[in-house]
């Protein structure tokens, strides 16, 4: 037996590679093993941050004799479901059409031919809760597999031609309009909780990409109703135990309806996206805490997911040794008992502490702790006081074991924190912010971006990996790169962002306009993956789309308008029906209704005149404008960096803005303040 895991770049397979199950990396010599033994495969798909995959790989992938009959029976591939969505999304949908439900860890039974006959998530080593064993699931599938051949290969056959008829039909749908907008916004009024904000019920998700539609979507309209459903919903979420009240950061779910009880834990992507969002509820409002939690979330991420190479890693694990018992358990890290409170701050400090953080003697977790949170009806309390204890409980919690982190370098979530961190840095005068940024970026086009401008999925301790990006990838770096060139100027991210774009294009996009989430010439699944729904982060379809919209109104370029219109008739089909699944799609067509602006700042960089308009540019709140600054572009090219400089000229001398939407230009300014009237701006 040779666990094959040794030498992968992902955390989630080097958490495996010492069990005594023979695992393979998803191969086409694993299939080609499976063919020559005339064994199934047996596929798990997970990730590092999953608390039910570590507890699915301890009671069965640790044991020997569950170990031993996988290795008889079976060929067993493990696949991190983050360097390799497509293969996770082409088995989920299988999976989700033949339970009505998926998720983590994932095990599907395959023919050799990759074909999926048998499915699950977690299975116990006992059976439970009406729930077969994990070894009666594998006797069971052993014994069909043997004794009844040609129904299993029927059912395999079936599932396949099913899954291929699934085929989605929404490249002919024209671009939303504002009617399709407003019964999405209708839709989510619907779903909204007004109580306790967000939408739905339990787990509670925070709903990054919906809450950039309505900010969107009020700065277009002036609809109050939408932007209080996102300040409320930002608040709810910020005083909440989803979010860290110590560290900063949030966590991935509520487990609750109220917000309280997370699931612990921290995924780059979320707090990337709710950052972004936080700085623009703070530039649509001027909530102060909106932009402490903005700023607290994205020093959290440099502090906590930052990578000696300058990229972010992917997550924090949501368990950790518990001092006490010395058990890996959900939340150690984070939650506290009044008793630990008082031994790290005294008596009278712990009773505040306790009192605004919401510590009560019976635990709002498990085993009598807390979760921290910000209680509406907490006491009025001193701000200094409050700095101290929270300055106090972190340097004590850092003492604590800390949680796991997955340390691979995702291309996409990498993008979104880019995006996040320049908006923030510029925003909030925070140039630290932009070098983390610009070194991310830096790491993305060194290591990930090859001499054709392909991407590469991941890359670990500064070797890239060996899977193809998908289209989220391309999607999510364009618009991470789109962000940082009109944050520094620097016209060079866009040329980059353009290479990318250029790329969905060629490689991605059918003849009807719909994308598909992996590349034309990608490995060959049983299905071509094609979701245009987000999930817990944009969906490549329609970050391409954003991206395509942006560079388009940066360049003028009609093929890439018309690519990212075509694109958005998924939201057309989908916005009004589901729009709590389409949220980033629905913010791009903000956009698009908008626009979106082109807003061409000209002057000297040094200039700080240049450097007012240029921060007027940036604070306006028109949805999906774009902003170019530096000097002017001449006819023939030279000059400054971006094609929305060319041929601008200084009125009076003086550093001015050009604002144009729909082919036609507001008047050229060299007023800050006029300038951000044109933009949608309130002045924060």
């Not at 010492?18 to 596929?43: C, K, Q, T, Y």
Request: overall charge negative; proline content about 6%; some cysteine.
């Amino acid at each position: 037996m040779s666990n094959r895991l040794a030498h992968e770049t992902s955390p989630y397979l080097l958490q495996h590679a010492d069990n005594p199950v023979d695992w393979w990396p998803w191969s086409p010599e694993a299939f080609a093993e499976a063919r020559e033994r005339g064994v199934p495969v047996l596929l798990s798909v997970g990730y590092s941050s999953c608390h039910w995959c570590h507890v699915m790989a301890h009671e069965s992938f640790e044991d020997e004799l569950a170990a031993a009959y996988m290795n008889e029976h079976f060929v067993n591939i493990k696949v991190d479901r983050e360097e390799r969505p497509d293969v996770d999304a082409v088995y989920m949908e299988a999976v989700q059409a033949a339970t009505g439900q998926g998720g983590w860890p994932m095990t599907v039974f395959l023919t050799p031919d990759a074909e999926p006959f048998y499915f699950g998530t977690y299975f116990p080593p006992e059976p439970r809760h009406g729930m077969p064993s994990f070894t009666e699931v594998l006797e069971g599938v052993r014994t069909a597999w043997v004794g009844r051949p040609e129904e299993v290969n029927e059912v395999a056959q079936r599932i396949v031609r099913d899954l291929a008829g699934r085929q989605l039909d929404y490249g002919k749908a024209g671009a939303p309009g504002p009617e399709e907008l407003a019964q999405a916004l209708l839709g989510l009024t619907r779903e909204y909780d007004a109580v306790r904000g967000g939408f739905g019920g339990a787990p509670k998700f925070p709903p990054s990409m919906v809450l950039e539609f309505l900010l969107r979507h009020h700065a277009r309209t002036g609809g109050e109703g939408a932007l209080q459903m996102a300040a409320d919903t930002c608040e709810a979420m910020a005083r909440g135990g989803i979010y860290d009240q110590l560290g900063g950061g949030f966590a991935r779910y509520s487990v609750d309806r109220e917000w309280v009880v997370p699931h612990f834990e921290k995924m780059l992507y979320d707090n990337a996206l709710l950052c972004r969002v936080y700085a623009h509820l703070w530039r649509a409002t001027g909530s102060d805490l909106a932009r402490r939690v903005a700023l607290e979330t994205a020093d959290f991420m440099v502090r906590e997911l930052r990578t000696t190479e300058g990229g972010f890693a992917s997550a924090l694990d949501a368990d950790s040794e518990d001092p006490q018992s010395g058990e890996h358990v959900e939340g150690a890290y984070y939650a506290w008992t009044p008793a630990q409170l008082a031994e790290v701050l005294g008596a009278d400090d712990a009773a505040l502490a306790a009192a605004y953080f919401g510590v009560t003697d019976e635990g709002t977790f498990e085993h009598g702790k807390s979760v921290l949170q910000l209680p509406q009806d907490g006491p009025v309390v001193d701000a200094g006081a409050i700095d101290d204890i929270r300055r106090r409980l972190l340097a004590a919690r850092a003492e604590r074991p800390a949680p796991g982190r997955d340390d691979k370098v995702v291309a996409a979530w990498n993008g979104l924190a880019i995006a996040a961190l320049a908006e923030c840095g510029a925003y909030f005068d925070r140039p630290d912010l932009i070098e983390r940024a610009t070194e991310a970026a830096d790491l993305l086009v060194r290591v990930h971006m090859d001499g054709r401008a392909r991407l590469a999925r991941t890359s670990k301790d500064g070797r890239v990996g060996a899977n193809a990006g998908v289209l989220e990838d391309y999607g999510d770096v364009a618009e991470g790169f789109l962000a940082l060139a009109a944050v520094t100027g620097e016209g060079v991210w866009l040329e980059f962002a353009g290479f990318l774009v250029d790329l969905v294009l060629d490689r991605f996009t059918a003849e009807d306009g719909s994308l598909y989430d992996t590349a034309h010439d990608a490995e060959r699944l049983i299905r071509r993956p094609q979701d245009p729904t987000d999930t817990a982060a944009p969906s490549g379809w329609t970050a391409a789309a954003g991206a395509l919209l942006s560079y388009a109104a940066h360049t003028g370029s009609e093929a890439h308008r018309t690519a990212a219109e075509r694109a958005l008739g998924v939201v057309h089909a989908l916005g009004p029906r589901v729009p709590r699944f389409i949220g980033h799609g629905l913010a791009v067509a903000e956009a698009l209704l908008d626009g979106p602006r082109e807003v061409a700042v000209v002057g000297h960089p040094e200039d700080p005149a240049l450097v007012a308009l240029h921060r007027a540019a940036l604070l306006g709140t028109a949805p999906g404008a774009v902003v170019a600054a530096g000097l002017p572009r001449a006819a023939d090219g030279s000059g400054g960096e971006f094609p929305l400089l060319a041929e601008r000229t200084l009125v009076h001398d003086l550093p001015t803005a050009y604002v144009c939407r729909h082919f036609v230009c507001a008047r050229p300014t060299t007023d800050p303040v006029e300038l951000a009237d044109q933009l949608g701006a309130v002045h924060p």
